[in-house]
Every structure is written in structure tokens, then in C-alpha cells.
């Protein structure tokens, strides 16, 4: 290692990781409802949820 670095300087330990978007897709009303109702029973089925 070289004595005119600085420990953990390299831009790999300094990176965020930050996600980046790459797209976007409005959802209707109806789908996300039913998606909802999908999620809410595999909680219920994996006993997640208790209703």
C-alpha cells in the first residue's frame, strides 16, 4: 500500500449505492386493488396476517 494514500480512499468504498430509476408506469385503481387483495391473502396464507 502506498504511504501517500489515505486509508479507504478508493471510490469503491465510497460509493452510495444509490438506486437509479429507469422507468415509471402509472397503475389504475383497479389493478392496484387487486394486487392488494393478491398480497393480503398470501399474508393470510403464510401467516403473516391473522384476519
Known amino acids: 500500500m502506498s504511504e501517500k494514500k489515505k486509508p ?4 469503491r468504498w465510497n460509493d452510495t449505492s444509490k ?6 408506469q402509472e397503475i389504475s ?3 392496484r386493488a387487486k ?3 393478491l398480497s393480503k391473502e398470501h399474508l393470510k ?4 396476517l391473522k384476519e
Open 8 to 11: 479507504f480512499s478508493d471510490p
Open 19 to 24: 438506486p437509479k430509476v429507469i422507468g415509471y
Open 29 to 31: 385503481e383497479e389493478d
Open 35 to 37: 394486487y392488494e387483495k
Open 45 to 48: 396464507k403464510i401467516g403473516v
